[in-house]
C-alpha cells in the first residue's frame, strides 16, 4: 500500500491492518516505531476526532504531527496542489488531507514522494471505515454480521460498503430516494462482495432495510457544503431517524453506531446515543488506533 486514498487500497492488507489496530489498543506506545518521524495535516474542513486521533496517535508512536490550515499554506493563496505536494513532501514523512475534493487528495498523492493519508473527503472517509470495522469486531466477535447505514449515503457510507464487503459482511444502505451512495462505488463493492460471500444493497424502504441488522449505523443528514439544503434535506430524511422506535424491528442485541459530530434530535435521539446498545464512544476511541495502524504500515519502511 503506498496511500491510502480509498477503502479499495487496502484490499489486499485489511485483516492485517485490524489486526495491528487491536495490537495498538492493546499496547498504544509498542516501542516508538515512528520515532522521528513527522505527518503533515492538511485540514481544509474543520474537525475534531480527525486532529485529535492522529496528532496523538503519532505522539504516541514517537513521530510528530504538523497542524496545517489551508490559510497556513500557500494554497489558501493560489498556489496548485501539484506545487505544494512537490515542495511539503521533501519536509515531512508522511501528509493526511481533510479535503472539500477527492480529487484533490488524489492529485496531491500523485505529486507527492511520501505517503498520502484521506482524513475525509467529499467522496470517502477511509480511516472512518476500518475504524468501524474494528468496532463491530470488538463487539461481535465475527465480520459475518448484517450493517444497516441508515441516512444519506454519503462518504463514510461509500467508504463502509467498500470495507464491508472486503471483510465479507452485509450491508444495507438505506438512504431516501435521490441520497443514496456512489453508483460507482456500490458497484465496485458488489464486485467485493462477490468474493467474500456478502450481500450488498440499497433500499429506501426502511423496514425491510434495518430487518434482520445486528449494527445500526446513522450520519448528520447535513454534511459540512450542505448547509444550503438543510431545511430540504430536513424533510427528506424526517422517516430516517434513528431512534428507540427503530430499535425495536433490529436484533435485540444489535449495536448503534454514529461516526460524529451528531446532531441530536435529529438523526438521532439523545435516548439511542445513552442507550446501553451505543457503541459510539468506543467507536470514537478507536479512530485513534486504527489510524496508528496505517501509519505503521505506511511509515515504518521509509
Given at each position: 500500500?503506498?496511500?491510502?486514498?480509498?477503502?479499495t487500497d487496502v484490499k489486499e492488507n485489511i485483516f492485517e491492518i485490524l489486526e495491528q489496530a487491536e495490537?495498538?489498543?492493546?499496547?498504544?506506545?509498542?516501542?516508538?516505531?515512528?520515532?522521528?518521524?513527522?505527518?503533515?495535516?492538511?485540514?481544509?474542513?474543520?474537525s475534531t476526532r480527525t486532529r485529535v486521533s492522529f496528532e496523538v496517535a503519532m505522539f504516541h508512536l514517537?513521530?510528530?504531527?504538523?497542524?496545517?490550515?489551508?490559510?497556513?499554506?500557500?494554497?489558501?493563496?493560489?498556489?496548485?496542489?501539484?506545487?505544494?505536494?512537490?515542495?511539503?513532501?521533501?519536509?515531512?514523512?508522511?501528509?493526511?488531507?481533510?479535503?472539500?475534493?477527492?480529487?484533490?487528495?488524489?492529485?496531491?498523492?500523485?505529486?507527492?514522494?511520501?505517503?498520502?493519508?484521506?482524513?475525509?473527503?467529499?467522496?470517502?472517509?477511509?480511516?472512518?471505515?476500518?475504524?468501524?470495522?474494528?468496532?463491530?469486531?470488538?463487539?461481535?466477535?465475527?465480520?459475518?454480521?448484517?450493517?444497516?447505514?441508515?441516512?444519506?449515503?454519503?462518504?463514510?457510507?461509500?467508504?463502509?460498503?467498500?470495507?464491508?464487503?472486503?471483510?465479507?459482511?452485509?450491508?444495507?444502505?438505506?438512504?431516501?430516494?435521490?441520497?443514496?451512495?456512489?453508483?460507482?462505488?456500490?458497484?465496485?463493492?458488489?464486485?467485493?462482495?462477490?468474493?467474500?460471500?456478502?450481500?450488498?444493497?440499497?433500499?429506501?424502504?426502511?423496514?425491510?432495510?434495518?430487518?434482520?441488522?445486528?449494527?445500526?449505523?446513522?450520519?448528520?443528514?447535513?454534511?459540512?457544503?450542505?448547509?444550503?439544503?438543510?431545511?430540504?434535506?430536513?424533510?427528506?430524511?424526517?422517516?430516517?431517524?434513528?431512534?428507540?422506535?427503530?430499535?425495536?424491528?433490529?436484533?435485540?442485541?444489535?449495536?448503534?453506531?454514529?461516526?460524529?459530530?451528531?446532531?441530536?434530535?435529529?438523526?438521532?435521539?439523545?435516548?439511542?446515543?445513552?442507550?446501553?446498545?451505543?457503541?459510539?464512544?468506543?467507536?470514537?476511541?478507536?479512530?485513534?488506533?486504527?489510524?496508528?495502524?496505517?501509519?505503521?504500515?505506511?511509515?515504518?519502511?521509509?
Amino acid at each position: 500500500m503506498k496511500h491510502l486514498l480509498s477503502v479499495t487500497d487496502v484490499k489486499e492488507n485489511i485483516f492485517e491492518i485490524l489486526e495491528q489496530a487491536e495490537k495498538f489498543k492493546k499496547d498504544p506506545i509498542m516501542g516508538e516505531p515512528l520515532k522521528s518521524k513527522t505527518l503533515a495535516m492538511i485540514f481544509q474542513k474543520a474537525s475534531t476526532r480527525t486532529r485529535v486521533s492522529f496528532e496523538v496517535a503519532m505522539f504516541h508512536l514517537g513521530g510528530s504531527g504538523l497542524y496545517l490550515s489551508t490559510e497556513d499554506l500557500q494554497l489558501g493563496r493560489g498556489e496548485i496542489i501539484e506545487d505544494t505536494a512537490r515542495a511539503m513532501t521533501r519536509y515531512v514523512d508522511g501528509v493526511m488531507i481533510r479535503a472539500k475534493e477527492h480529487d484533490d487528495v488524489v492529485k496531491f498523492a500523485e505529486y507527492s514522494n511520501v505517503p498520502v493519508i484521506n482524513g475525509l473527503t467529499n467522496v470517502e472517509h477511509p480511516c472512518q471505515a476500518l475504524t468501524d470495522l474494528l468496532t463491530i469486531y470488538e463487539n461481535k466477535g465475527t465480520y459475518k454480521v448484517k450493517l444497516a447505514f441508515v441516512g444519506d449515503g454519503n462518504n463514510v457510507c461509500n467508504s463502509l460498503l467498500l470495507a464491508a464487503a472486503l471483510v465479507g459482511m452485509d450491508m444495507t444502505a438505506v438512504c431516501p430516494q435521490g441520497y443514496e451512495p456512489d453508483q460507482e462505488i456500490f458497484k465496485q463493492a458488489q464486485k467485493y462482495a462477490e468474493k467474500s460471500g456478502s450481500k450488498i444493497e440499497i433500499t429506501s424502504n426502511v423496514s425491510e432495510g434495518i430487518k434482520g441488522a445486528d449494527v445500526v449505523y446513522t450520519d448528520v443528514w447535513v454534511s459540512m457544503g450542505d448547509e444550503e439544503e438543510a431545511s430540504k434535506r430536513e424533510e427528506d430524511f424526517k422517516d430516517y431517524q434513528v431512534n428507540m422506535e427503530l430499535l425495536k424491528h433490529v436484533k435485540p442485541d444489535a449495536i448503534v453506531m454514529h461516526c460524529l459530530p451528531a446532531i441530536r434530535g435529529q438523526e438521532i435521539t439523545d435516548e439511542v446515543i445513552n442507550c446501553p446498545q451505543s457503541v459510539i464512544w468506543d467507536q470514537a476511541e478507536n479512530r485513534m488506533h486504527t489510524q496508528k495502524a496505517v501509519l505503521y504500515e505506511l511509515l515504518t519502511d521509509l
